[in-house]
């Protein structure tokens, strides 16, 4: 079974760069079927997927998000790293990272990491 845990700074200041690592054990970013991928929740509101990285490396994402996101890896440590760059405090939330699964019958999110809360306050 495929366990991810995120860690990284619970508070910045508007303009800082965010950058949150989600810990694969139990699995291979590289070998597994997955797409690797960050999802985010403001609080009072719904998820928000911002992108993922595949196996091959190759990365997607959100399209409104797309200038400040990056997503990487550190193959060696089975690790995903996402920064996310000139943050308001629109972007507080719980950062969430998760496997999508292509099924025959669709794509289906099957493993979630427990999330982190990240703050951005003045």
């Known amino acids: 079974q495929v366990r991810l845990q995120e860690s990284g700074p619970g508070l910045l200041k508007p303009s800082q760069t965010l950058s949150l690592t989600c810990t694969v054990s139990?699995?291979?970013?590289?070998?597994?079927?997955?797409?690797w991928n960050w999802i985010r929740q403001p609080p009072g509101k719904g998820l928000e997927w911002i992108g993922y990285?595949?196996?091959?490396?190759?990365?997607y994402y959100n399209p409104p998000l797309k200038s400040r996101t990056s997503i990487s890896r550190d193959t060696s440590k089975n690790q995903l790293t996402l920064q996310l760059s000139s943050l308001t405090p629109e972007d507080t939330a719980v950062y969430y990272c998760?496997?999508?699964?292509?099924?025959?019958?669709?794509?289906?999110?099957?493993?979630w990491g427990q999330g982190t809360r990240v703050t951005v306050s003045s």
């Open positions: 998760a496997t999508l699964r292509d099924y025959s019958d669709g794509y289906y999110y099957t493993y």
């Open positions: 139990g699995g291979s970013i590289t070998t597994d079927p997955y797409y």
């Open positions: 990285i595949g196996r091959s490396g190759k990365t």
